[in-house]
């Protein structure tokens, strides 16, 4: 690596991409990308449990990847910053052209 070339920090981006290595986050990303959401609106808008969908909120809000904000007795949760769906659209594109050049499984 040249020196003008900015540093990746390998810990941190592990970590990121360790979170973001489940379907199910991914889909609450994209889920809570469109706007804040309580936990009961992304349970039925992706027909998962509500203890699983917990279960993922605590780890992408432990990865920073979302924000919570509390209403009286409401919880809602929303992607912490924009730039993310950016780059799981950019990351779907290299996954698919990757995929489309493999020959053997």
Do not use: W
């Not at 449990?49 to 990865?63: A, D, F, G, T």
């Not at 509390?70 to 919880?75: A, I, K, L, Q």
């Amino acid at each position: 690596m040249n020196n003008r070339e900015p540093q990746i920090n390998l810990q941190t981006l592990a970590v990121l991409a360790k979170c973001l290595a489940d379907e199910n986050r991914l889909r609450i990303l994209l889920c809570v990308g469109t706007g804040k959401k309580s936990v009961s609106r992304i349970v039925e808008d992706l027909g998962l449990s509500q203890p699983l969908v917990s279960h993922h909120l605590k780890e992408l809000k432990r990865s920073l990847l979302v924000q919570v904000e509390r209403s009286g007795p409401f919880v809602y949760y929303e992607m912490a910053d924009a730039r993310i769906l950016g780059i799981l659209k950019n990351l779907d594109a290299l996954a698919r052209d990757l995929l489309s050049k493999r020959t053997t499984f």
